[in-house]
Every structure is written in C-alpha cells, then in structure tokens.
C-alpha cells in the first residue's frame, strides 16, 4: 500500500503529546479553503486561485531567507539551553534558498531587498527568543513545518504557473522529510515536558501571532 505524505502524518497525529496540540490549535487558525480542519472563513480570493507574478514570488522567498536566517541566528546563539535543541534538524531552509535566489539572478531578475513583512517578523522573533522561550518555540515549530505542509502546496502551483514546473531548492530536503520531522516533533515534546501547563497554553497562544506574520509573508507572492 502506498502511505500518502497527508496519511503519514495523520498516522502519526495524535500520541496525546504537546506537539499534538501545537498541530491542533495551528490547523484551527487554517481558512477553510487552505486545509479541511479549517475554521477560518476565506477572505479575499481562494489560494488556489492565487495569480502570483516572478516579482512577487521573489519577494517571498528573500523575507523567507531572512526569517529563516534569523530562526538559525537565534538557535546558534541559544539565549535558552532548550533552543539548542532545534540547531541542525535538517529541516533549515536559509542555505536552499540562497541557492534558489542564485538561480533566479542568473535568469536575469532582480533579487529584491527584504521588505517589511520579513523584517518586522526577523525583528519580533529575534525580541521575543531573548525574554520568551515558549513563544519563541511556538513560531519555530510554525514557520517551519507549514513550509513543509501548505508551503509545499504552494510551492509546486506557484511553479506550474510562472516557472514551468521548476522545483526550487526551497521544497527539496536532504533526507526522508517525514522522519526529520518526526525527530523534531520528538524534540518538542521533551522540551514541552519541562514546562507547566501554563507555559504550554502560552505557547499555543502565540499561534495566532505566527500565523499573522507568516501570512504576511505569504501574501507577498501576490505583491
Ligand atoms: C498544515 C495548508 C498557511 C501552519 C497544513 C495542511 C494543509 C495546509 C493542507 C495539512 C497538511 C497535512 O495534513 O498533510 C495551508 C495553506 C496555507 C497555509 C494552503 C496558505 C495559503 C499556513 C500558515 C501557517 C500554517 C500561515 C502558520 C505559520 C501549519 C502547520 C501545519 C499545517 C503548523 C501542521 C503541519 C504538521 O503537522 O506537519 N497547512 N497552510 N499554515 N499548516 Fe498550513
């Protein structure tokens, strides 16, 4: 039987651990044209429907490179032990996406700068990894498995329309990608052991604030 990369992760779904609920309250905050355990309404067109330009889509994946830039910095560094943890997961996407910016410079587009999106976001997370590790943590696990998940979505429609089928280096991952992110999962939730049910709800509240910046970002596909 062939397991589908959706059946993969719902088999792995519910083990009654926090990640479970991290998943859980971010597929709330879903519209619910975007996946089928949404509950936000749709404002504004359907993604699917979604006429991205070159320009746009540029100016996507340079915020993106500068967020995951910074998620990196802030791991490196490690103002708290737990975020030594989440260092080299495999999942780090700043590298593949220089090597995507590369490729689109040598097509002959402009590599734009960062806008506002990516920077206010590089500078709320940067703020918060110093004071807030629960919250920090919440944004991590975000940013970096909706990439994985509606990112990759994205990805491959953006492509069939205005690059002709391109895959970036953006959706290729060294490795069995559902394993990598079973060993995070794995990370999260013994990191989630240490704290107590208060700071757990903490991080679950920052969700929305995640999905605020990172749809921001999105949204800049169509700019
Ligand atoms: C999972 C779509 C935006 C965070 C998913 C899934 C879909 C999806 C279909 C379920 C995947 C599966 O079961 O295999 C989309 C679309 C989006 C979008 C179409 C925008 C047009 C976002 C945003 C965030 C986010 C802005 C927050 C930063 C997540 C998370 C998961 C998820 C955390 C769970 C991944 C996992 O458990 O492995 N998304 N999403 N998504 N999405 Fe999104």
Same mark, same amino acid.
């Given at each position: ?87 080299? %997961?495999?999942? &780090?996407?700043?590298?593949? #996406? ?5 490729? =689109?410079?040598?097509? /002959?587009? +402009? ?84 704290? %107590?049910?208060? &700071?757990?709800?903490?991080? #679950? ?5 995640? =999905?605020?910046?990172? /749809?921001? +970002? ?6």
């Amino acid at each position: 039987m062939v397991v589908t990369a959706a059946e993969e992760r719902t088999s792995k779904r519910f083990t009654g651990e926090f990640v479970d609920e991290m998943r859980s309250v971010a597929m709330k905050l879903h519209t619910k044209d975007q996946a089928k355990d949404g509950e936000k309404e749709t404002q504004g067109k359907p993604w699917r429907k979604w006429e991205p330009t070159i320009d746009g889509y540029l100016k996507f994946l340079v915020d993106s490179k500068l967020v995951y830039d910074t998620l990196d910095k802030i791991l490196d560094k490690s103002d708290f032990p737990e975020y030594a943890e989440f260092r080299n %997961t495999g999942l &780090e996407r700043a590298g593949n #996406l220089a090597i995507d910016l590369e490729w =689109f410079k040598e097509q /002959g587009h +402009i590599v734009p700068e960062p806008l506002s999106p990516g920077i206010n976001y590089s500078i709320y997370i940067e703020e918060l990894s110093k004071k807030d590790p629960q919250a920090f943590i919440c944004h991590f696990y975000n940013t970096y498995f909706a990439h994985t998940a509606g990112g990759r979505m994205i990805g491959r429609k953006v492509a069939a329309k205005i690059l002709n089928g391109k895959e970036l280096e953006f959706y290729k991952w060294d490795g069995d990608l559902p394993q990598l992110l079973q060993n995070v999962r794995e990370k999260l939730n013994r990191v989630a052991e240490n704290w %107590t049910r208060e &700071e757990k709800n903490h991080c #679950l509240e920052e969700t929305e604030k995640s =999905f605020e910046f990172n /749809g921001d +970002i999105l949204h800049l596909i169509l700019a």
